[in-house]
């Protein structure tokens, strides 16, 4: 069984950039999350898509976005990079969508933006 | 607002010994909480969690502690061993969120050292 996958591991952008960040979900999972971690902090909920749609959204800003792909994997996008979204970002995958199913977690991917 | 909170930010205890991580909560809503463990340069690993319709719930060497009327829980981990170093966090999320999505609010976590 394959765990969750995200790429790339580390990344280094600039302020005003772009980014995307991908993730494979585990196998037979339907739903995943991305979660930000800032230094010292826990994660924080962005969004989280169920078969394809968003379904359901953090105090993030619009400039944070995603997708989920009919093979359920996922990624991530942010636009106009800011110093503050320096972060680990981490993407979870679960069953369903439901609160007992627990949250697999991939080893998530370093932002730096400078 | 920190709406789960972990206020010891590190624990160490002697291997063989009991490790009890506290996790208090203020949103009457939560009735779902999970404890994760992080190791370095890796995600959170889910460990444990509880139901609110329970006051305890038992996985091998980790035991969850719920008391709604204090809203707080805590994980005990019996024994402690030197694999088991790690920050661990405490999370909760309410089901009954628009949508019925996963959003977990997560406490800044415990540093735990287990020391031979």
């Known amino acids: 069984e394959t765990g969750v996958t995200q790429s790339p591991t580390h990344l280094i952008k600039t302020r005003g950039q772009q980014v995307t960040l991908r993730c494979s979900s585990q196998s037979g999972h339907n739903t995943v999350s991305w979660y930000q971690q800032a230094l010292g902090q826990g994660p924080q909920f962005i969004f989280q898509y169920y078969r394809e749609e968003e379904n359901g959204r953090g105090n993030f800003p619009p400039r944070f976005s995603g997708l989920q792909f009919p093979n359920y994997s996922s990624e991530l996008n942010v636009n106009a990079l800011e110093l503050d979204d320096s972060a680990l970002y981490l993407c979870?995958?679960?069953?369903?969508?439901?609160?007992?199913?627990?949250?697999?977690f991939g080893n998530g991917t370093r932002l730096t933006v400078t | 607002d920190q709406q789960v909170k972990q206020n010891s930010p590190s624990l160490s205890v002697q291997e063989g010994r009991i490790s009890i991580l506290n996790c208090d909560y203020t949103n009457s809503m939560f009735d779902y909480f999970l404890w994760y463990k992080k190791y370095p340069a890796e995600g959170p690993t889910f460990l444990i969690s509880i139901s609110s319709i329970k006051d305890k719930n038992e996985d091998g060497r980790f035991t969850v502690f719920l008391n709604k009327s204090a809203k707080h829980l805590s994980l005990h981990i019996v024994p402690s061993q030197p694999g088991d170093s790690a920050v661990y966090f405490c999370a909760a999320s309410a089901m009954r969120d628009a949508g019925n999505n996963r959003k977990l609010i997560w406490g800044l976590g415990t540093s735990l050292a287990v020391n031979p």
């Open positions: 979870a995958s679960s069953v369903d969508r439901t609160a007992n199913s627990p949250l697999h």
